[in-house]
């Protein structure tokens, strides 16, 4: 099968931060039924496909914390699809890691979204449309909302998805605390405290958000409380870096990154100089990803 010809193939695997994130309540498999709104960002993993030399699959990492056997969700969604469509050729993937991980900005999802698109242009429709987003579901919850390239609406687990139009563009200036944060452990936390306030996920689409001030009067996430609870450290980075630079900051998904919206790639710069000098903590500056770069 001339899925490869011998060539390299790249992709690139962009972040993503959750604007809102409403947790609806636990699922009896376990999992929790939420409502987000997930904008992506211009931090990006990047991957190359080659033609491997042995049956098994084989992934190289950049990044040594990262696991390249059967945890890696490239792996896996390599596996799913060849369970899906036939036996793929020998591949050789790797993976350049520049988005930090268990950060809340979905890198490893993003990943396997990547390889998974990446080879369903490959194997040139094999692989039906629903059946790419019945794989990438079974990868992992987020995974769903990276095949679309820009913000969409994301509900159930996470594998119902919406590609959506966010009335602001703007900058995300990111500030990583020097820690990674379990979901599986934010998601337990929240489970014992329990609360499900009545908010709208979707608010940030509408009209009047169109600024990084009105954007910031609307965003939420359910899980940041759970998120100090598991880790307090969370807390004290928020508090420190807000009280610093008198920004508002929110949590991305389980965290552990925190993110500032910014109307201009200036204001995202100074903003990025003061944290900076103020404090100890890493910060990037990126741009929300919008339906003009896919154009
Ligand atoms: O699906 P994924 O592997 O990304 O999920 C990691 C963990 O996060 C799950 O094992 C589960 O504990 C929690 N989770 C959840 N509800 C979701 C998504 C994730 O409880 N919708």
Not at 165 to 176: C, H, S
Not at 212 to 220: G, I, M, S, W, Y
Not at 229 to 236: A, F, G, I, L, S
């Amino acid at each position: 099968m001339s899925v490869f010809c011998g060539d390299r193939h790249s992709a690139i695997a962009p972040a993503k931060i959750n604007l809102t994130l409403r947790v609806l309540g636990r699922r009896a498999d376990g999992y929790h039924d939420l409502e987000s709104v997930v904008a992506k960002i211009t931090l990006y993993d990047g991957i190359d496909l080659l033609a491997g030399d042995d049956p098994a699959i084989q992934i190289e990492c950049t990044h040594s914390a990262v696991p390249t056997d059967t945890q890696n969700t490239i792996w896996r969604a390599i596996e799913l699809l060849s369970n899906c469509v036939g036996p793929l050729p020998p591949m050789r993937v790797q993976l350049h890691k520049r988005i930090p991980l268990g950060a809340g900005l979905g890198g490893g999802s993003s990943d396997a979204a990547s390889v998974l698109m990446l080879l369903h242009r490959r194997l040139e429709g094999r692989v039906g449309d629903s059946n790419l987003a019945h794989i990438a579901a079974e990868v992992g919850s987020d995974v769903c909302c990276f095949l679309h390239p820009h913000t969409v609406s994301m509900s159930g687990r996470g594998e119902i998805v919406r590609p959506v139009e966010l009335p602001w563009r703007g900058w995300a200036v990111l500030v990583f605390p020097p820690f990674g944060v379990s979901t599986s452990a934010v998601y337990a936390a929240w489970q014992a405290n329990g609360s499900v306030p009545d908010r709208d996920a979707e608010i940030c689409l509408r009209d009047t958000y169109n600024t990084a001030e009105k954007l910031d009067e609307v965003l939420f996430n359910d899980l940041e409380g759970s998120v100090f609870t598991v880790e307090p450290r969370m807390k004290e980075a928020k508090d420190i870096v807000e009280d610093k630079t008198q920004q508002r900051f929110h949590v991305t998904g389980s965290g552990s990154t925190l993110f500032a919206c910014l109307d201009s790639h200036e204001q995202a710069e100074q903003l990025k100089q003061r944290i900076d000098r103020l404090s100890d903590l890493k910060s990037l500056v990126t741009r929300v990803i919008t339906s003009e770069d896919n154009k």
